[in-house]
Nanobody, 128 residues
């Protein structure tokens, strides 16, 4: 079983950038397809989390929600056992708690139902 920890959330002005990091313990991340999700205030159920991006086990395949395409980039660092989400040109509607999640599928897509392991989340606030 893998344990996930997100970091890098912060308060940033519109147009700013952040890098989120997903770190793992227990197992190596390259055994899992990894996704990033976000959840707006007031939402509590896992099913309500919006899929942002995902990456395949070997990192060769990535996918983005239309709302973040060309602004966000997901990548893996296999040596460090990390997955990153680079977020550029942030907008107020990008705000929320961001979660990384792991699925045993190679390329899981953006449905939260597919993912078996979740971190505790990191807060991203976009405001002037």
């Amino acid at each position: 079983q893998v344990q996930l920890v997100e970091s890098g959330g912060d308060l940033v002005q519109p147009g700013g950038s952040l890098r989120l990091t997903c770190a793992a313990s227990g197992q190596t991340l390259d055994r899992y397809g990894i996704g990033w999700f976000r959840q707006a205030p007031g939402q509590e159920r896992v099913e309500e989390r919006e899929g942002v991006s995902c990456i395949s086990r070997n990192g060769d395949n990535t996918y983005y929600a239309d709302s973040v395409k060309d602004r966000f980039t997901i990548s893996r660092d296999k040596d460090k056992n990390l997955v990153y989400l680079y977020m550029n040109n942030l907008r107020p509607d990008d705000a929320g708690v961001y979660y990384c999640a792991a699925a045993t599928w190679n390329f899981p897509g953006l449905s939260p139902r597919v993912y078996e392991f979740w971190g505790q989340g990191t807060q991203v606030t976009v405001s002037s």
